[in-house]
């Protein structure tokens, strides 16, 4: 396995600045000089004067609060993620193993969901079941699953007549060994691939469903909450920037993490992309 020429260095900054922002989250209540919902500061304070980021209209820091807004935000979308790819998998490779019925009414509830555009049917779903980070992520995850359950079947499906496959099963094996061994580790490549690249999206989206009062709650140091709040303060542009600014690192982080990996699970495809306008 190995990295491609341009992706490498990007990814290990990716992976460096990712990691960074983890560390900040594990140690936020280390890290952080303020409580983050206490209001015992000047308000909208600008920064520099006795505050890193300055502070907001309710007097708290917002330096405080982007860091205990990684304590949030980042573990949220792993969760998210993991979710995502646990139901997709095992649902794609069942359909895709066992066919028919099974593959037919899988696929069928897969594509209902892919039907509707993914940030409004979260909306909707968030929407119903009422604003929370809980609901978020609920409803962020049943928006997400399917594409892990398309990728899923159609590697399940190019791999089950495979000779060794097949070997398999003509000696006895049962079809949970056969997806289990022989199947499983030819496809955890390209779904890590995926995951890494989606955990990006899955921060854009909570933070886009709190943004919107539809996830974290008054008064969570949640970074999309945050941006939010700056839309009443417009003159305190320190308000929106820095948690805005947060969230661009880690999602450009982790999009590096996911372009390396895929430069290096699939080298072809980083040829194609460098190979010339194609038609």
Do not use: C
């Not at 992976?15 to 919902?37: M, Y």
């Not at 708290?60 to 979710?83: C, E, H, K, N, Y």
């Not at 696929?107 to 909306?123: E, G, N, Q």
């Not at 097949?166 to 995926?194: H, T």
Request: without cysteine; hydrophobic residues 55%.
């Amino acid at each position: 396995m190995r990295l491609g020429r341009w992706s490498a260095p990007l990814g290990l900054i990716g992976a460096g600045v990712a990691l960074a922002w983890i560390v900040v989250a594990i140690l936020a209540p280390v890290i952080a000089p303020h409580d983050p919902i206490a209001q015992d500061l000047p308000i909208l304070q600008p920064p520099g004067e006795g505050t890193l980021m300055g502070t907001d209209a309710l007097g708290r820091d917002v330096f405080s609060r982007v860091i205990w807004g990684a304590q949030v935000t980042i573990p949220l979308a792993l969760l998210l993620v993991v979710l995502s790819v646990l139901i997709g998998a095992i649902v794609g490779a069942v359909a895709g193993f066992f066919g028919r019925a099974v593959d037919e009414v899988a696929m069928r509830v897969t594509d209902l969901v892919m039907a509707f555009p993914t940030v409004i049917l979260a909306m909707v779903i968030a929407a119903a079941l009422g604003a929370s980070l809980l609901n978020a992520v609920l409803a962020a995850l049943i928006v997400s699953w399917p594409s892990y359950a398309r990728l899923t079947r159609g590697l399940v499906l190019g791999l089950r007549r495979s000779n060794y496959v097949v070997a398999g099963q003509l000696l006895g094996f049962s079809p949970l060994r056969s997806l289990g061994r022989d199947i499983a580790p030819n496809i955890v490549g390209p779904v890590l691939v995926l995951a890494s690249l989606d955990i990006g999206t899955a921060i854009l989206l909570l933070s886009g469903l709190s943004f919107l009062g539809l996830g974290a709650k008054p008064p969570t140091a949640e970074w999309g909450s945050m941006v939010s709040d700056a839309i009443k303060n417009f003159d305190a542009w320190w308000i929106g920037v820095f948690p805005g600014l947060a969230i661009l690192t880690v999602v450009i982080a982790f999009n590096f993490v996911g372009d390396a990996l895929r430069d290096a699970l699939d080298p072809t495809s980083s040829t194609i992309r460098g190979g010339g306008p194609t038609l």
